[in-house]
Every structure is written in C-alpha cells, then in structure tokens.
C-alpha cells in the first residue's frame, strides 16, 4: 500500500527557494515511478516533474526547466522537488503522485498515477 505525504510548502518571495519532500509510508517506494503536479486555483491539475524508480531518469515541463529539480532516496522513501527562482505564477497546491508503470508521455497525465498525497500549498509573492 502506498501513503504518500507531502511536506516543505509555505510562503516565499519571488526568487526565493523552497523543497518539497514526499514520503511514502509504503514498502515498495522503489517500484513506483514518482510524479509531482500542481494545482493553482480555478485551473486544471498540471503536471511539473516526474522521476523513474532508479532515479536515472527525470522529465519536466517546459515551464519549471532549469529551475525546479526532481530526486529520490529510496532508502528513505521520499521524493524531493527543489524549487529554485520561485515566480508568482509558481503559486499553487502541490501534490506528489505514485504509479507502478512508466512512459515519458503517461507521466504527465494525472490519470497514470494511482496514488496521491494530500498537497502542500506554495505561495509566491512578487
């Protein structure tokens, strides 16, 4: 069974750094290809960062490229996001995500991911 929990948002000012952590409760972390989306009010669920179960291979949206930075540490089932160069239209819920399969365009799609954190709410003021 896969927990995920989602820590590490809160309110910065633009420019500023934030990482978020995602813990699974689980046992089988390292079988999951982990996902991390965001929601900003009034708008769909968009999808920000996804990484394979070794941690070898990652894919971003355009969008974060060159500032946001997924990574894991299976030993201690989490995931990380570290968000560099914050911008307000970075403000949003942001959620973690666990799926057992992996391809570089399902990855992006909320519906490949079976399992789901709470969110954690990143405010970045200009």
């Known amino acids: 069974q896969v927990q995920l929990v989602e820590s590490g948002g809160g309110l910065v000012q633009a420019g500023d750094s934030l990482r978020l952590s995602c813990v699974d409760s689980g046992r089988t972390f390292s079988s999951y290809a982990m996902g991390w989306f965001r929601q900003a009010p009034g708008k769909e669920r968009e999808f920000v960062a996804a990484?394979?179960?070794?941690?070898?291979?990652?894919y971003y949206v355009d969008s974060v490229k060159g500032r946001f930075t997924i990574s894991r540490d299976n030993g201690k089932n989490t995931v990380y996001l570290q968000m560099n160069l914050l911008k307000p239209e970075d403000t949003a819920v942001y959620y973690c995500?666990?799926?057992?399969?992996?391809?570089?365009?399902?990855?992006?799609?909320?519906?490949?991911?079976?399992?789901w954190g709470q969110g954690t709410q990143v405010t970045v003021s200009s």
């Open positions: 990484i394979k179960w070794s941690g070898g291979t990652t």
């Open positions: 995500a666990a799926s057992s399969t992996w391809s570089t365009n399902g990855v992006q799609s909320p519906g490949w991911y079976g399992y």
